[in-house]
């Protein structure tokens, strides 16, 4: 027979209300550019896998044309994030407010 399952405490709520929502209240700080961060990465890979393609003996060619590769698919990833970037922000400016 299976042991019965420890269960878990229960949380305990906060007696404190939550802080009143005022314009005076400095706004949240801006949103990182996750597309940046993202394509970052993208030439962090490509940098790295002809240098472990290498290290690992593949053929200097091979390598490259890995790299190569890696970096078409990056930039046109990169393109398409643009773009779709800034289709968004159109739209965001086409939007009435009610």
Excluded: N, Y
Aim: aromatic share 6%; proline share 13%.
């Amino acid at each position: 027979m299976p042991a019965p399952r420890p269960t878990a405490a229960p949380r305990a709520e906060s007696s404190a209300p939550p802080a009143p929502s005022t314009a005076s209240t400095p706004s949240a700080p801006p949103a990182t550019d996750t597309v940046r961060d993202v394509i970052g990465w993208g030439v962090f890979g490509c940098l790295l896998v002809p240098v472990v393609l290498l290290w690992c003996g593949s053929a200097p060619v091979t390598a490259a044309g890995a790299g190569l590769g890696l970096t078409a698919v990056t930039g046109a990833c990169w393109m398409l994030l643009r773009h779709f970037e800034r289709a968004a922000a159109k739209a965001e400016r086409q939007t009435p407010v009610d």
